[in-house]
């Protein structure tokens, strides 16, 4: 039982590049929630999918965008990487409403 | 727009010492509120509250919601310095949305 996983754990990019962050959870868990935590700032959402098919923008969605792939996964991508986005990810999974629980977290870092 | 707001922001303490650390919110259509630590990685969960006046404990960490003044408090008696951390409060809304403060960070000096 892994919990909640991300890929990566750490990545470099240019301004301009695109990547997609991944994550998994094998809890069966409906909901599932992209952070970004920044110095000083708490967690701040960026996108949530409540259930399996439905995805909803949170506070700071401008920039990205997520793909609930089926129950388990939930990516998040960024298209065109600038160094406001530099960042650490957190994705997390609850049951509805529920305590929810998080992954490891990806650092990014865009020159 | 929602605020969480936490205070204080940061505070140092001695071991044995007492810690209270405060959330207030302004949350349109509130459903709960939780707390979580966090120590360089990612937030563990620590209470959940829907309740007003209906503590809630786990050792020496406990909890309290008051709805009607908008507000939970969280305690942490006998410190010891593997409390430091950074303690987060946040609230869920009935649309799915979890909203979290900015945190207060707790250092603990042996």
């Known amino acids: 039982n892994a919990g909640v996983t991300q890929t990566p754990k750490f990545q470099v990019l240019k301004t301009g590049q695109s990547m997609t962050l991944q994550c998994a959870q094998d809890?069966?868990?409906?909901?599932m929630y992209w952070y970004r935590q920044d110095p000083g700032m708490g967690l701040r959402l960026i996108y949530y999918?409540?259930?399996?098919?439905?995805?909803d923008k949170g506070e700071v969605p401008n920039g990205y965008n997520v793909s609930r792939l089926n129950k388990r996964e939930f990516s998040l991508r960024l298209e065109s990487a600038a160094p406001s986005q530099t960042s650490v990810y957190f994705c997390?999974?609850?049951?509805?409403?529920?305590?929810?629980?998080f992954g490891p977290g990806t650092r990014l870092t865009v020159l | 727009e929602d605020k969480v707001v936490q205070s204080p922001l940061s505070l140092v303490v001695h071991e044995g010492d007492t810690v209270t650390l405060n959330c207030s919110y302004e949350?349109?259509?509130?459903?709960?509120l939780l707390w979580y630590k966090q120590e360089k990685k990612a937030p563990t969960f620590l209470f959940m509250l829907?309740?007003?006046?209906i503590e809630k404990k786990s050792g020496r960490l406990s909890s309290i919601l008051d709805k009607k003044e908008l507000f939970s408090i969280l305690n942490i008696t006998a410190t010891q310095t593997g409390d430091s951390a950074i303690y987060l409060c946040?609230?869920?809304?009935?649309?799915?949305?979890?909203?979290f403060g900015a945190g207060t960070t707790v250092t603990v000096r042996a």
């Open positions: 997390a999974s609850s049951r509805t409403y529920n305590e929810q629980f």
């Open positions: 809890m069966n868990h409906n909901s």
């Open positions: 999918s409540a259930s399996e098919g439905t995805t």
């Open positions: 949350v349109t259509n509130f459903r709960s």
């Open positions: 829907t309740s007003s006046g």
């Open positions: 946040a609230v869920y809304r009935n649309d799915y949305k979890l909203s």
